[in-house]
């Protein structure tokens, strides 16, 4: 992906008397329409991070950070992705492309965003002009969790314990998850078990999760389906 090339201002001509420039004064890096993103390696913080568009960041990140930066985050992280070594971000067309508008000021919704990634440690400036990125987005620090939901610290607390866990049992108790969402939406249990083997889970988690959903919801507590049921 080419990156448009930032064309320096010509210089301001010098007053008559003073020999001093005239005219507005050049504008700081902060009010630069291009930014440098490159990545926040972390080695304590990044063995434990979540993929920026991951559930948890999802479920938990957005309510605090909001969906503007949220949004924000993931279109850095793309941007990463694609480009290794990090690249230029063309500030209005990226609000623009957000919906946030193509205004700059200090108190606009896009600046806003930027900010609050560096006020959460999502990001940091590094020097002018460069903004560090994380690739990997720690845990919700506990600080924060009373802001969300009760339903929600809830979940929080079970994803804690699930964390202690062998992977093979995470798998089954996502898979179950899953399943008891797709049974109430009105799904069998054949076509949950299709639906979690397409979601790449083991055919024998697939089958065991699918059991217990339909038994646990029964056939009379199921409404018709409507749609597809989306993954979350």
């Not at 930014?35 to 568009?53: K, S, T």
């Not at 985050?73 to 067309?93: A, I, Q, S, T």
């Not at 929600?152 to 964390?163: G, I, K």
């Not at 797709?182 to 078990?193: F, P, R, T, V």
Request: hydrophobic share 35%.
């Amino acid at each position: 992906m080419s990156m448009p090339t930032v064309i320096p201002p010509p210089p301001r001509p010098l007053g008559p008397i003073t020999g001093r420039p005239t005219g507005p004064a050049p504008r700081q890096p902060s009010d630069a329409p291009m930014l440098r993103i490159v990545q926040w390696v972390d080695p304590v913080a990044d063995p434990h991070g979540l993929h920026p568009c991951s559930r948890y960041v999802e479920l938990y990140w957005l309510g605090i950070i909001g969906p503007s930066t949220t949004w924000l985050l993931r279109r850095l992280n793309y941007g990463l992705e694609v480009h290794g070594d990090g690249y230029d971000l063309h500030l209005p067309e990226t609000a623009r492309s957000l919906g946030l508008g193509d205004k700059m000021g200090k108190n606009s919704p896009f600046r806003r965003a930027l900010a609050r990634l560096v006020t959460f440690e999502l990001a940091r400036l590094q020097g002018p002009g460069e903004l560090a990125v994380r690739a990997h987005i720690p845990p919700l620090p506990l600080r924060h969790l009373s802001r969300l939901p009760e339903s929600l610290q809830r979940s929080h607390r079970r994803w804690v314990v699930e964390q202690r866990l062998p992977e093979p049992e995470q798998m089954r108790r996502r898979a179950l998850r899953l399943a008891i969402g797709l049974a109430e939406s009105g799904h069998d249990h054949a076509s949950i078990e299709h639906r979690l083997g397409q979601w790449q889970f083991h055919p024998a988690v697939a089958f065991d999760a699918a059991a217990k959903a339909s038994a646990a919801v029964g056939p009379d507590a199921r409404p018709t389906p409507t749609g597809p049921v989306e993954q979350n």
